[in-house]
């Protein structure tokens, strides 16, 4: 059975709080993050400072890999386990930048992100007594919002907030848990939409994606491979971009600063939502290597 939502700004259920990392304002960020183990995390935030960076993890049982550029406007993560296991693989890729837009405020400007990859299962049953907690699961977010609205993490997920209202902000979820053990699945999912913009005003761009992996217990190699996913491209034919970061779909740097836009909180908080069900509470000695 597959299980999917489409979610235009309601807030994903968060399972627990990841602390943020300060309270200082970021007009653009990146933040690829692992989770494995028993809630062992490698966490990968950048503020105002890198606009590309990749995390990996590989015990030779377990392996993942976040890796987020800007420039491309692409995120690409991996997961795969062999074995048995109850513990949640999680990888995620998050970015934002801080946009200003010269040009016609009577045609419309496309903003649109993709998500692809290939579910391969190739799992049996081992006859065991414990539950199954098997859990196989993608979570997509793209939005974009006027700068300067001060708009925080429950502003932009719930309905009937006129504070931080999102020109547009969407989330799709899907699950496969119930689609059997030996199986392979692609997906495609497209977010976004044609919007018009105020000549000289400045807008938020954020896109988010995760995959979510919880084996079970059941003998074999799964994996979930979205290294070509999370492309994102904005189109304006009679019209022009600069970028906080100088780098974000290879914009030129803005040449003055944005003013308000959201705390490094309100990133963190969007892990959170996306699913993240543990904050490390210890880590094992394994191979972590940054590109």
């Given at each position: 059975m597959i299980r999917h939502t489409r979610i235009t700004a309601m807030a994903l259920a968060a399972t627990v709080t990841l602390a943020s990392a300060t309270t200082a304002e970021a007009a653009f960020f990146i933040r690829p993050?692992?989770?494995?183990?028993?809630?062992?995390?490698v966490d990968g935030l950048s503020l105002n400072n890198l606009t590309a960076k990749t995390h990996?993890?590989?015990?030779?049982?377990?392996?993942?890999?976040?890796?987020?550029?800007?420039?491309a406007g692409e995120i690409k993560t991996y997961v795969s386990s062999n074995g048995p296991q109850s513990n949640y693989l999680i990888a995620t890729g998050i970015y934002g930048d801080t946009l200003r837009y010269w040009g016609s405020e009577t045609e419309s400007v496309s903003f649109y992100t993709n998500f692809d990859g290939l579910i391969s299962s190739f799992q049996?049953?081992?006859?065991?007594?414990?539950?199954?907690?098997?859990?196989i699961g993608i979570q997509a977010h793209f939005a974009v919002y006027e700068a300067g609205t001060g708009a925080t993490?429950?502003?932009?997920?719930t309905h009937g907030s006129q504070k931080g209202t999102a020109l547009y902000n969407e989330s799709y979820t899907e699950t496969w848990g119930d689609y059997g053990l030996d199986f392979q699945q692609d997906f495609n999912v497209l977010l976004g939409n044609d919007l018009f913009l105020t000549n000289g005003a400045y807008y938020e761009v954020?896109?988010?994606?995760?995959?979510?992996?919880?084996?079970?217990?059941?003998?074999?190699?799964?994996?979930m491979n979205s290294?070509?996913?999370?492309?994102?491209?904005?189109?304006?034919?009679n019209g022009s971009f600069t970028s906080e970061s100088g780098d974000f779909l290879g914009f030129d740097k803005t040449p003055t600063q944005s003013g308000a836009v959201p705390e490094p909180a309100t990133w963190a908080m969007l892990i959170a939502g996306f699913g993240l069900v543990g904050a490390?509470?210890?880590r094992r000695r394994s191979a972590v290597v940054e590109a």
């Open positions: 993050v692992l989770q494995y183990g028993q809630g062992e995390m990996s993890f590989n015990d030779g049982y377990t392996s993942l890999s976040a890796s987020v550029n800007m420039g049996y049953d081992l006859g065991s007594e414990y539950y199954d907690s098997r859990y993490w429950g502003d932009w997920t954020y896109v988010a994606f995760n995959l979510l992996l919880n084996p079970g217990i059941y003998g074999g190699f799964i994996e290294m070509n996913t999370a492309r994102l491209s904005i189109s304006a034919p490390a509470a210890r």
